[in-house]
């Protein structure tokens, strides 16, 4: 089975600080996803990576940045907490270029910012 | 730009009954279209999808869905419900040249014994 872990499952940080999102997968997947899950929003792409040292911007990549130095690990950087990135961060990958592909997720991380 | 639309932001059925959660989507060629149930404090786990190779898809835990091209429809089924349903259901479409997956907002689907 696909295993995704991602480092935290609840995470309190303060508005200005610098944080670290990191998701693991173990199935040498090529793509990595990072969502954002907000109720009633769905979720929304915030960035993706094709491949190690790649990445590509999705629907809200403002006030985050990412980083895939490693083809099993996906960071996600938020470089100065905001309140309105309170919310449920979840981690996925897929194995390749194929619209078909499922898509595994990670049990998420629920970060509060104060 | 492809979008869903998943009717009824709530649904509750008694269990037993019938579980039907409504998606619609937008796209000018048919996509490829995705199931996600999300149990609580827990991540997305695929209930089944849609690949162009037959119209009704059968998916874990006895749901299935049909895709519908006339509709724009991939509404999601299950003959009778179980106390373990409840969960938030989502649609998801992605077409064949994008890496991305489109998300519904979801539907959260309560059990009554």
Redesign the interface.
């Known amino acids: 089975d696909v295993k ?1 872990t991602q480092s935290s ?1 609840y995470l309190v940080k303060r508005t200005g600080e610098k944080v670290f999102l990191e998701c693991v997968q173990d199935m040498d997947h090529e ?1 990595m ?1 990072w969502y954002r899950q907000d109720p ?6 915030i960035y ?1 990576s ?1 491949d190690v040292k790649m990445k ?1 911007k ?2 809200i990549p403002e006030g985050y940045s990412v980083s895939r130095e490693k083809k099993e690990r996906f960071s996600l950087i938020l470089e100065s907490a905001s309140t309105n990135q309170t919310s449920m961060y ?1 981690c ?1 990958s897929s194995l390749g ?1 194929f ?2 592909d ?7 991380t629920r970060l509060t910012v104060l | 730009a492809q979008s ?1 639309t998943q009717l009824g ?1 709530h649904v509750s059925v008694s269990e037993g009954a019938l579980v039907l959660l409504r998606c619609n989507y937008s796209s000018s060629v048919p ?2 279209l ?1 199931w ?1 149930v999300q149990y609580p ?6 209930l089944l ?1 849609y ?1 162009s190779a037959a119209t009704l898809v059968k998916g874990i835990n006895d749901f299935e869905a049909e895709f519908k091209k006339s509709e724009t429809s991939f509404h999601l089924t299950k003959p009778s419900a179980h106390m373990s349903d409840a969960a938030e259901y ?1 649609c ?1 479409v ?8 489109s ?4 539907t959260t689907v309560t059990v009554r014994a």
């Open positions: 995704v499952r793509n996803f009633g929003l769905g979720l929304r792409l993706f094709y590509e999705g629907d979840l996925a270029s619209a078909q499922t898509q595994y997720f990670g049990p998420g | 869903v932001s996509p490829y995705f996600y404090n827990q991540g997305l786990q695929l999808k690949t989502f998801a992605r077409l064949s040249n994008d890496y991305k997956l998300f519904g907002a979801g």
